[in-house]
């Protein structure tokens, strides 16, 4: 149990480069290797350190955020007290900016004001990594920082360690201080605070554009990075889903692929992650590509470098082929093919 | 009211420390999800779920029973164990003594009719429809049977119906069955019936308390109303390594009954909460289920993988069922066999039945141990 910190992930970011999987939902909220979230790598790094207390800021777009955290239950955050607490920008006007928006804090300053912990961690919600933030805290504590910056090779990774009493102090003073969010106070080399830049070892990227979205997702299938990323006793919790194992047909090949629970594949399937429930008709080619849950893709299709979100349908014998270095998205819920009225 | 104490001592070691209804099924389930799930579909919300032998794991499998949605303020799903009274620990000695010791229970819901189910066979069953044939009929308790192919009635209790499917005679395990409706154990009371009955049996000395040779016997001997309850679909009891084999083999059957993929009709179960599957370069998987967690570098085929499985480079394994977190060596070759939870199959394990049999191999730690040791 870690009584003295409290996690704060801000989920008010939007990417512009990642708009086609962001249409419907908060960037927290895209779905990634085949059956999370984004959230559901800092949630979890904050579960399994202990941490009780999370209060989640969302900003557009967040029913389908709420939908997936519900009651907290699946990261054992459904508590009497503590827990998840969920605090929506109160009103779509308000201009929070970065990362740690004091602003947005100024709103619901009462969760900081009654909450118990010492130290707050403020995070974004599109960083796929597994930290332990134990040592982090300890870290910060021995070196006598204010205000803690975690990055990666020299770079911020959008993560800020800080004493509470501190934090509540830089959300009162954000009009004297200029300080509109956490950046803002960790970068002012004038500033009268010790800053401190931690810097993290281990495989660490911030989600913010389709390439890079598409890269990380591929990453996964590098033997060493699924097991850096999910080890067995810290796993990345999600919301669970009662599908059936997955299914391969007689005729199915599937290699150095990433498939979750639900599918039904009697295609061929390389290099790709395979999501939820997804189905791969016979005579089909999925190479390189991400398939989010629910999508069916029909017979004698051939899809390379693409990106389907869910819901989606190909209809037999298409073909969408795209540079590896550029891939195709097709939206949430289209058609695609013949007959298709997309 | 679910039984769900039995044994299941056919099931051999698989059984030694956990009950018979708690056995891995599916590639992801446990038995007792197929009737636990069964009550959250057919609209019942209250479950008693009696345990006797080796309860910790179904205990804590069961919980509260958020899985299948039975977490509620009012009924519920309710683990009851035997207990002690004043002057003796009283075990469940029969079927019908476990409902008799829990009459407390039922009393204090009040409920106009029971629903008895045993916790040992793999099915899915709408056990609304069976009330409302029970309520059609006006019976005092429906028992749902099933045909059986007549070679094997004796194996089972044979119900003989008059052409209203009112039950005249029981016979168990017959040589000469006059009728192929198989009792599947599943039972509908009315309650005021199913009280009167249970405390006349305990009063009886001679009785087994068993619902079968007992309780049925008796209502039919008072000439209380019986009707018989067709059930048309899957339905199989696994309790020897072959059934609970030949189970597994049939999910892998396109045209199979037990569809898992109905999402109208889900069946529940604990969720591990593992990564996706990772089939490696090398792996190749045709006709199988593969669960959450399992990372496959070897040739799986006609095999049902459950979660965190690890089937390592070289090895082969065919028509067989790998249990949750079992590790397949090296160049191990595996046919037809089921491998216990937890198993470490040591790197080029040769695993298969001889040329002219086909009995299935359940390879446990003792087994690996047998094989080291040879």
């Known amino acids: 149990m870690n009584k003295r910190l409290l996690g704060v992930i801000d989920a008010t970011t939007v990417h512009e480069d990642l708009e086609d999987l962001s249409l419907h939902r908060s960037v927290a909220a895209i779905p990634f290797g085949g059956r999370y979230r984004l959230i559901d790598f800092i949630l979890s790094n904050l579960v399994n350190s202990g941490i009780e207390s999370v209060a989640i800021f969302p900003k557009y777009q967040y029913r389908s955020l709420m939908d997936h955290l519900g009651s907290g239950r699946n990261w054992d955050l459904n508590r009497k007290r503590d827990g998840l607490f969920f605090f929506p920008a109160s009103n779509t006007g308000n201009h929070y ?142 919301k669970v889903k009662d599908e059936p194992p997955t299914r391969y047909e007689v005729d199915a090949s599937v290699k150095n692929s990433m498939v979750a629970n639900g599918g039904v594949i009697e295609g061929t399937v390389e290099n790709s992650i395979i999501g939820r429930g997804v189905k791969i008709g016979k005579g089909t080619v999925v190479r390189n590509c991400i398939i989010m849950q629910k999508t069916q893709i029909k017979e004698n299709c051939l899809l390379e470098s693409v990106i389907v979100d869910k819901d989606a349908r190909i209809e037999a014998g298409t073909v969408i082929t795209a540079p590896a270095d550029a891939p195709a998205v097709i939206r949430k819920g289209t058609v695609q093919g013949v007959g298709s009225k997309s | 009211m679910l039984l769900a104490g039995g044994r299941g001592s056919r099931l051999h070691s698989l059984t030694k420390s956990l009950a018979k209804p708690a056995v891995p099924f599916g590639g992801k389930y446990r038995i007792i999800d197929f009737p636990l799930s069964n009550c959250t579909n057919s609209g019942i919300h209250t479950v008693g779920v009696l345990t006797q032998y080796q309860p910790l794991l179904l205990n804590s499998y069961i919980g509260i029973g958020s899985a299948w949605d039975l977490d509620r303020k009012d009924g519920g799903v309710t683990v009851l164990p035997p207990y002690a009274e004043s002057s003796e620990v009283k075990w469940y000695s029969g079927t019908a003594s476990a409902i008799f010791q829990n009459l407390n229970y039922l009393d204090q819901y009040n409920p106009e ?41 004796n194996r089972f209790g044979i119900m003989n119906t008059d052409s209203e499917l009112r039950i005249t005679e029981f016979e168990e ?20 019936v199913l009280r009167e009955y249970l405390i006349r049996d305990d009063l009886n000395p001679e009785s087994s308390h068993d619902f079968g040779k007992d309780i049925i016997p008796l209502l039919l001997e008072k000439k209380m ?24 083999m049939d999910l892998l059957d396109k045209d199979c009954d037990l569809n898992l993929f109905d999402q109208s009709w889900r069946i529940y179960s604990v969720n591990p909460n593992q990564p996706p599957q990772y089939i490696c370069p090398e792996g190749t998987v045709s006709e199988s289920l593969v669960n959450e967690g399992c990372k496959i570098e070897g040739a799986v085929s006609r095999t049902v993988v459950f979660q965190g499985v690890t089937v390592k480079k070289g090895a082969v394994v065919k028509e067989t069922v790998i249990m949750p977190e079992a590790v397949i060596g090296l160049n191990c070759v595996i046919e037809k066999a089921i491998v216990s939870p937890g198993v470490y199959v040591p790197d080029g394990t040769i695993i298969r039945p001889d040329a002219d049999s086909n009995e299935i191999t359940l390879v446990s730690e003792e087994t690996i141990g047998e094989l080291q040791s040879n």
């Not at chain 2, 099915?123 to 049977?145: C, F, P, R, W």
């Open chain 1, 97 to 238: 900016t970065g990362i740690g928006t004091l602003d947005h804090f100024a709103d619901n300053i009462d969760y900081f004001e009654r909450s118990t912990q010492d130290y707050a961690i403020i995070a974004n919600s599109y960083t796929v990594f597994n930290m332990d933030f134990q040592p982090l805290l300890d870290w910060h504590i021995q070196s006598g920082c204010d205000i803690t910056e975690v990055q990666k090779n020299g770079k911020s990774l959008g993560i800020y360690l800080v004493e509470k009493a501190l934090l509540m102090d830089l959300i009162k003073t954000r009009n004297e201080t200029g300080y509109f969010n956490m950046r803002d106070a960790a970068r002012d080399t004038s500033s009268q605070f010790q800053l401190c830049y931690y810097d993290y070892k281990g495989y660490a990227v911030m989600v913010d554009s389709i390439v890079n979205y598409f890269n990380v997702s591929m990453d996964l299938l590098k033997p060493e990075v699924w097991k850096e990323l999910f080890p067995k006793d810290r796993p990345i919790l999600t």
């Open chain 2, 173 to 192: 395990k017959p040589d000469n069955a006059k009728n192929n409706l198989a009792s599947m154990g599943i039972y509908i009371f009315n309650w005021s």
């Open chain 2, 113 to 153: 009719y029971v629903l008895i189910l045993s916790g040992d066979h793999i099915y899915k069953m709408n056990y609304e429809l069976m009330l409302q044939h029970h309520e059609e009929k006006g019976a005092d308790v429906t028992i749902s049977v099933i045909e059986v192919p007549w070679d094997e009635t």
């Open chain 2, 225 to 248: 109303k019986l009707f018989a309850y067709p059930f048309k679909g899957y339905w199989k009891d696994v309790g020897t390594i072959q059934s609970l084999w030949e189970a597994n």
